[in-house]
Nanobody, 124 residues
Framework: QVQLVESGGGLVQAGGSLRLSCAASGRTFMHYAMAWFRQAPGKEREFVAAISRSGGNTDYADSVKGRFAISRNNAKSTVYLQMNSLTPDDTALYYC?????????????????WGLGTQVTVSS
């Protein structure tokens, strides 16, 4: 079991930056591949970024590639999402997710543990 708590969301103007954090409970954080998803009102939850257990491999949605960066600190049991050059299309509730296997995946159903989300709102 792992509990996830996201933070760092807020209101930012277009072109701005935010850094999201996801703190995990427990001592086995390094056993989990981690990911960020987002969901805008009226839309399905979509993949944003994922990172392997060691942090050596990452994957990004095409819509955020080159603007967002996922990273993790296993000593602090925390995964981060640095978001730059934000646009109003990035407005959504951002969720952190974990799965206790080696492989990353972009499919929400493959992740077992989820946080409650942190709201990101980008004004034009």
């Amino acid at each position: 079991q792992v509990q996830l708590v996201e933070s760092g969301g807020g209101l930012v103007q277009a072109g701005g930056s935010l850094r999201l954090s996801c703190a995990a409970s427990g001592r086995t954080f390094m056993h989990y591949a981690m990911a960020w998803f987002r969901q805008a009102p009226g839309k399905e939850r979509e993949f944003v970024a994922a990172i392997s257990r060691s942090g050596g491999n990452t994957d990004y949605a095409d819509s955020v590639k080159g603007r967002f960066a996922i990273s993790r600190n296993n000593a602090k049991s925390t995964v981060y999402l640095q978001m730059n050059s934000l646009t109003p299309d990035d407005t959504a509730l951002y969720y952190c997710a974990a799965r206790a296997v080696v492989q990353m995946t972009t499919i929400p159903l493959e992740y077992v543990f989820w946080g409650l989300g942190t709201q990101v709102t980008v004004s034009s």
